[in-house]
């Protein structure tokens, strides 16, 4: 009878260890909370990096990534400190004082427009720096410590179900944020300015006082492991040990050369040693994907504002940046409707283990980035190029009256209309890179500025070998007229992220003192250019859009200019007493096309992401000894923050062309993927059990006598 009823009493105890813990729940919101502050702050952060701090596009890139460089670098000691010394629970609490004191830095930034703006870079770039800090102290420790709120090995079901939850929570707290701080952004006017970055960083900031709330709250419900204070230091020195016997003595082991360590290393503890190395082995693989995976933040943010967000039927226009929602919107949808679906079709095709799955995942990568560059070059459009041995040359009349253009040595007898024109290519048949021809221009009898209707004026022009050059006919003075050439060329390297050029043309008649103004046509934003951006006459690179031109305050009666990408503008502007004549004239044009052409590159990089992500946290978790598992999951952050530093390193390559760029991400992704191909032969699991062998179907039918 005694035996019986210890018996029951300890079925009983077994069953009350396997119900679910809902202290996960706790992190499950925090999660939530500081994913949602995170993504929502990267989100806008490329956009108030260019148009709010004015950095250019590279000079953006590189902190955007060198910021998820810090965010992660600065994991690794973080995961010691948690792992050896402080507990997960404590640098957790203490990280988050960090966060949300970075982001208070970094919403004041953005508001002092008191300040110059070299002050207000410093205090932003600090706030950046403060927030990588305290979010490098968190991630590698939350998913940790929620593994240990579960009794393993009879709890792994459930463990599966809380890493779908926790990744959902991710997803959900990401597609929030990713929708509302753009529109918190852009149509939310605030301190006078046409956007309000404060709200869109504020927002966040607010979050993560919530995460600190909720994480507190569930403290006592918590269990909470004690750090093994010479787990690490065991571990390095169990390496230098073995490798050490390994050199110094006669007799090497003949197993694993970890094995040297034996005497002074337990079994234990030479392996988990073997199973760490064989785990940073194929995370050597990780950080190129993390590479391509970020730059939806940054360069894919940085092509939709070359393209057109507008949504006739729901008179409603997607911001550049609110693309991005796409990746956790697919996430979502695949988790929760998909899920099972998903894994069944790769399982169909024979891709079942972990680091199969990784590898898919890389061939995913490398369509998204193919797709990017084509897309890329349909905005940029086609440059021209000038045949070999020939120079071209493009003459703008600055009157409002018809001239008349001939040279016997370009074989040319044209009239130019007022405002208009021309160009023409010559072949250079001597040796030189260059020549001279004569031109003799004309003018018809109601040019009133020419007293003498006979009146011709000669000069000659410069011919370059694969160059244009262009020439503006103007006025000096009322009495002196001038073929004035416009630097020494032309240039025909379109900007390298594909936004349009602008250059304008006036004669002596315009003063320093006129004020000329480019302005946007669009209410929501205040972006405009003065004549005097333009002084050089040389090509500027502005914003898409559509603008209108303003002499001194007053608008000019001239159709809007609708300015697309990819392409260089000419603008033309003469005074004639009171009258103002304003022309705009092309070349080489991109393509306008609407930003909804990025969802297959978004839509095929949410599949690789949601694959990605949920296969790295169970095989880290799984594979990683009990004792370094936040040291080990330091290391999954520390391969996102050396994709970002391959993408800081890529940018100060200074590529032309970010097409260009774009194919040579998908090569490195693709030799990547290959690496990963490898490893998913030559690696041996460390905890291969009867669910490994499994159907789909029988999987499933495992998880439905999970308790939740």
């Not at 090497?252 to 940073?280: F, M």
């Not at 590898?359 to 369509?367: M, N, R």
């Not at 021209?384 to 040595?409: A, H, L, W």
């Not at 392409?567 to 009171?578: A, P």
């Amino acid at each position: 009878m005694f035996f019986f009823q210890h018996n029951m009493e300890l079925i009983s105890d077994q069953k009350e260890k396997l119900k679910y813990p809902k202290s996960t729940w706790y992190i499950v919101a925090t999660e939530f909370c500081e994913r949602f502050a995170y993504f929502g702050l990267r989100t806008v952060l490329i956009l108030y990096l260019t148009r709010i701090l004015k950095f250019s596009g590279d000079e953006s890139k590189i902190i955007y990534h060198s910021f998820i460089f810090l965010s992660y670098f600065v994991s690794l000691p973080c995961a010691i400190l948690a792992d050896s010394y402080w507990g997960k629970f404590k640098t957790i609490l203490c990280m988050s004082f960090f966060y949300v004191l970075g982001c208070v830095v970094l919403t004041g930034a953005s508001i002092a427009d008191m300040f110059s703006l070299d002050v207000q870079k410093f205090f932003a770039l600090l706030g950046l720096f403060v927030i990588s800090v305290g979010m490098s102290g968190i991630q590698p420790c939350v998913y940790a410590f929620s593994g240990e709120q579960f009794q393993l090995p009879h709890q792994e079901k459930q463990l599966q179900h809380f890493t779908t939850n926790y990744t959902l929570a991710i997803f959900v707290g990401s597609l929030i944020s990713k929708f509302l701080m753009p529109e918190f952004r852009q149509s939310i006017h605030c301190f006078g300015k046409d956007t309000c970055f404060p709200l869109a960083f504020g927002v966040p900031t607010l979050m993560i006082f919530i995460f600190i709330a909720i994480f507190v709250a569930g403290r006592n419900k918590y269990v909470k492991k004690k750090p093994e204070q010479k787990v690490i230091t065991r571990t390095f020195g169990c390496i230098f040990y073995a490798l050490r016997t390994k050199g110094t003595s006669a007799i090497p082991c003949q197993t694993h050369w970890l094995d040297n360590a034996k005497g002074k290393y337990t079994e234990s503890e030479i392996s988990d040693t073997r199973s760490v190395l064989d785990l940073l082995c194929v995370f050597t693989a990780f950080p190129v994907y993390w590479s391509l995976y970020t730059q939806s933040g940054s360069t894919w943010t940085l092509q939709a504002t070359l393209m057109n967000g507008h949504v006739d039927f729901l008179n409603w226009t997607i911001k550049p940046d609110q693309i991005q929602m796409l990746v956790p919107l697919v996430g979502i949808i695949v988790l929760v409707f998909f899920n099972d679906f998903l894994y069944l079709m790769l399982a169909a095709i024979g891709i079942r283990k972990p680091l199969q799955k990784l590898t898919f995942c890389g061939i995913l990568a490398v369509l998204t980035f193919v797709f990017a560059a084509l897309l890329q070059f349909k905005i940029v459009g086609n440059t021209t190029e000038i045949p070999s041995g020939q120079g071209r040359i493009y003459i703008y009349n600055g009157f409002d009256c018809n001239v008349f253009v001939q040279s016997k040595s370009l074989h040319v007898q044209h009239q130019i209309g007022p405002l208009d024109m021309f160009n023409v290519s010559h072949t250079i048949v001597s040796q030189n890179v260059s020549a001279v021809v004569g031109i003799t221009i004309g003018f018809e009898t109601k040019c009133s500025f020419v007293s003498d209707n006979n009146y011709e004026y000669n000069t000659t022009l410069t011919i370059i070998e694969g160059k244009e050059i262009s020439y503006h006919l103007i006025r000096l003075t009322l009495n002196t007229i001038e073929l004035h050439r416009i630097g020494a060329h032309d240039s025909l390297v379109k900007e390298k992220f594909g936004n349009p050029k602008l250059r304008i043309l006036v004669d002596n008649t315009f003063d320093f003192d006129d004020d000329i103004t480019f302005t946007s046509v669009d209410h929501t934003s205040f972006t405009s250019y003065s004549l005097t951006q333009f002084r050089g006459m040389s090509y500027n690179a502005i914003k898409v859009g559509k603008y209108n031109v303003f002499y001194n305050g007053k608008m000019l009666p001239t159709p809007t200019m609708d300015i697309i990408p990819g392409t260089f503008y000419t603008l033309t502007l003469q005074r004639n007493g009171d009258k103002m004549d304003v022309r705009l004239f092309a070349k080489d044009e991109g393509n306008y096309i609407h930003v909804l052409w990025q969802i297959p590159q978004y839509f095929i990089m949410s599949i690789a992401d949601i694959v990605f992500v949920t296969t790295e946290i169970k095989f880290i978790f799984t594979e990683a000894p009990i004792s370094m598992k936040s040291f080990i999951a330091s290391f999954q952050f520390l391969a996102i923050a050396l994709g970002s530093l391959l993408v800081i390193t890529i940018s100060t390559m200074s590529f032309k062309s970010q097409a260009h760029e774009f194919l040579l991400y998908s090569g490195l992704m693709f030799a990547d993927t290959l690496l990963l191909g490898y490893f998913s032969v030559v690696y041996r699991s460390k905890n291969t059990n009867i669910t490994d062998a499994m159907t789909p179907n029988e999987n499933k039918m495992e998880e439905t006598t999970v308790v939740n």
